[in-house]
């Protein structure tokens, strides 16, 4: 495992729900998610693919891998931070996602970026 404190990124999301994109009669229910990483350790990492892991309200499991975040690889120098904004179609109300991020170090070194898990939800899903 490397040094946590050298390598270190805080990934925090903010999930919006998008109504007039979302038809609940049709089981289709629209979010966005805004995700700001920082790196908070001791040298420059480039995020350089992603790993999510997005579960309706049925249980249902989907899991997305692909290079990048919205077609950028950013380099984050030590204080450093990025934010995009992406978003996710499920057909419940509710639901979460999670993953991390495969970042490499400018010393070579690779080494996982943990998404906390994040609610996804529609006003009045959760009482």
Do not use: C
Request: proline letters at 6%.
């Amino acid at each position: 495992m490397p040094n946590t404190k050298k390598y270190r990124i805080d990934v925090q999301a903010q999930p919006h729900f998008i109504a007039d994109q979302s038809d609940p009669d049709n089981a289709r229910y629209v979010f966005s998610y805004t995700i700001t990483i920082k790196n908070l350790g001791e040298v420059a990492a480039q995020l350089v693919s992603r790993h999510w892991i997005i579960t309706d309200g049925n249980n249902e499991v989907q899991e997305v891998r692909g290079l990048g975040v919205i077609g950028e690889q950013p380099l984050l120098r030590p204080g450093e931070s990025f934010q995009y904004t992406s978003g996710s179609v499920l057909t419940t109300a509710i639901g979460t996602m999670k993953g991390s991020y495969q970042m490499v170090a400018e010393d070579g070194t690779h080494f996982p970026a943990e998404i906390p898990e994040f609610v996804l939800a529609s006003p009045h899903a959760l009482h």
